[in-house]
């Protein structure tokens, strides 16, 4: 990506703000300069070494040379260049943690470079408050370097769930940097120079090429935007430009990934497959190796999802087993980093490069829909280590606990065999004939005596209970189709108009999962925020009044048990539209 090979800062600049740079001193910059760029980083330091002992105190001098030096060792000595960094930072009195203090235009290579490896991190949020105070100094900022910002807090918008913002920004950029009529179109004919590689093949590049590769880079976002927010009619013509932009970089895969989430979108699922089938998987390794992507770890969780779309769990638990294989074998391409440099021996960009937790958030659902809760269980508890913001993550977490705790309610329906269950016995005679009920029909109900925190991670009711307490607290108490989007990473965010949605299933879980704990004034107390839900579908009408009617009973409050479950209070459960997959019972 573009962020990887924006280290270099401003490499030619040395001027020294107490004194005038003398020509020998510039041919030595502009020598130091033109080796760096030829990929010749030995022959750089040398230059740079006899500057910086002309001018020990030039703070820019000082960075090169740490830039230097960290593409010297490519990219892999990320601990030692963060220390270089905050060295020229504390002697340049920068303190990139109060974006207040940045005031001066020469300032923002540094703060940009601290951004670029806070990206990689996967600190998104941390790096996008920085590039915001960067971006207000783009004007005055040499051209190279704000194509790199530009280029950066575009991806920071997407990562961070922002694509509306990312659209405005592309547009101001085009107008800012693109001065050209078609500032939209590119040019076709033309080969372009792929910028996964730029920082490899290091050959001088004149302005137009440059230009127009920074035009594609700005289609590829748009056409991203596009995919976020929906536009399909206008991701598809984007594609069509990049498609016919890159006819001549066989190398470069985003055309086809683009094309093959845009058909994903528009439910054409098996066109989806027909186009990822395109994509070359023999050099997967190579590629992880100078982009930090695999190919192949995208093509089978890719396929995987959609095979799930298409009511394949097999199949989509076997192409994301495939893809977790394939990420294992990509991060092996690296020794693992000693203790005191977690960061070092790989390139920067591969550090964050596995896509482990976000394959287990797959896999794991694809198994809860497979029937396997207990194997669900094991690979969403890896990933919501990592994505313990989501609402959702918890919620399939408790579905997992739920489901091992009974796999189906048919049973529970079969009255002919249950009749003998249901009726004890019979006393007296004449009038005074008496049926004698079982009092314990129910029968899920599952009291844990065993000294054991609900906050360790197993499959029980218990834990469950925690997850649904922790999807409640993520959600929103209120708010309609008006309020913010929740954050569900590494998805989208939930729609406003899903957020209610998705809180009636969690408390329609937690009403369930308190009556099989024992506890019905808590399970009352969901029951009626379940159906005190707006927009309320029939289906959960119905499960509001079950559990309502069932703590009504285990609290011995039977006038209320039979007002909420009479017919009458129940007639208008039937949603005609509501086609079940399978059998339903609630």
């Known amino acids: 990506m573009a962020e990887k090979e924006g280290q270099s800062g401003d490499k030619g600049g040395s001027n020294d703000q107490n004194s005038q740079i003398s020509d020998q001193e510039r041919d030595l910059a502009q020598a130091a300069l033109a080796e760096f760029n030829k990929g010749n980083y030995s022959a750089c330091l040398q230059s740079l070494s006899k500057l910086e002992a002309a001018r020990p105190s030039d703070v820019k001098v000082v960075h090169n040379r740490a830039v230097a030096e960290y593409y010297r060792s490519e990219l892999k000595k990320t601990d030692l260049f963060r220390k270089n960094l905050n060295q020229v930072c504390q002697q340049a009195h920068v303190n990139t943690d109060d974006l207040d203090s940045l005031e001066d235009v020469e300032h923002c290579v540094l703060y940009y470079n601290q951004a670029v490896i806070l990206y990689h991190l996967q600190q998104h949020h ?15 900022m040499e051209e190279g370097l704000a194509h790199r910002v530009c280029l950066l807090l575009i991806e920071l918008h997407l990562s961070t769930q922002q694509p509306e913002k990312a659209l405005t920004l592309i547009a101001y950029i085009e107008n800012q940097f693109v001065s050209t009529d078609n500032a939209t179109k590119m040019i076709g004919d033309k080969e372009l120079k792929n910028l996964e590689k730029e920082h490899q093949e290091r050959a001088p590049v004149t302005l137009d090429a440059a230009t127009d590769a920074f035009r594609l880079k700005l289609l590829q976002y748009r056409a991203r935007c596009y995919l976020s927010t929906c536009a399909l009619k206008a ?10 932009s890159t006819n001549h970089v066989t190398s470069n895969l985003a055309p086809v990934f683009l094309k093959g989430n845009l058909e994903y979108l528009r439910g054409n699922y098996k066109k989806a497959i027909k186009v990822l089938a395109s994509i070359p998987l023999n050099n997967s390794l190579s590629m992880f190796k100078e982009s930090g992507e695999s190919p192949s770890v995208l093509f089978y969780n890719n396929m995987g999802c959609l095979h799930h779309y298409m009511a394949k769990p097999n199949l989509a638990a076997f192409y ?3 893809a977790l294989q394939e990420n294992e074998v990509a991060l092996k391409a690296f020794p693992k980093p000693d203790q005191g440099e ?3 021996g790989r390139p920067l960009y591969c550090v964050g490069g596995s896509k482990a937790p976000s394959l287990m958030y797959n896999l794991g659902v694809a198994l809860l829909h497979l029937g396997k809760p207990t194997q669900a269980f094991d690979c969403l508890i890896e990933a919501v280590q990592v994505y313990h913001m989501n609402p959702r993550l918890w919620l399939r977490l408790a579905e997992c606990c739920i489901m091992a705790h009974k796999q189906s309610n048919a049973g529970c329906f079969d009255f002919n065999a249950r009749r003998k269950e249901i009726v004890q016995g019979v006393i007296g005679s004449g009038a005074h004939r008496k049926i004698i009920l079982n009092p314990n029909i129910w029968k899920d109900s599952k ?3 065993e000294a054991q925190s609900y906050a360790i991670p197993v499959v029980s009711l218990e834990f469950s209970s925690l997850c649904l307490r922790n999807a409640l607290l993520l959600l929103p108490t209120t708010g309609g189709e008006s309020g913010p989007p929740v954050m569900a990473p590494p998805s989208p965010p939930v729609d406003p108009r899903q957020v209610t949605y998705l809180r009636t299933c969690v408390l329609s879980a937690s009403a369930y999962v308190a009556l099989c704990l024992g506890d ?7 029951a009626k925020a379940l159906l005190a839900q707006p927009n309320l579908s029939g289906v959960h009408k119905l499960l509001g009044r079950l559990y309502a009617g069932e703590a009504y009973v285990l609290l011995d409050r039977l006038a209320q048990a039979v007002e909420v479950l009479s017919p009458e209070a129940v007639a208008d459960i039937v949603d005609s539209t509501v086609r079940p997959l399978r059998p339903w019972f609630p």
């Open 520 to 526: 019905p004034v808590i399970a009352l107390e969901h």
């Open 342 to 344: 977690m960061l070092s």
């Open 447 to 449: 009291y844990s005596c």
């Open 320 to 322: 994301l087993q495939k």
């Open 126 to 140: 941390a790096a996008f408050k920085i590039m915001n105070k960067v971006f207000v100094f783009i004007e005055p």
């Open 235 to 244: 991701c598809k013509r984007e594609i069509k430009s990049i498609i016919t």
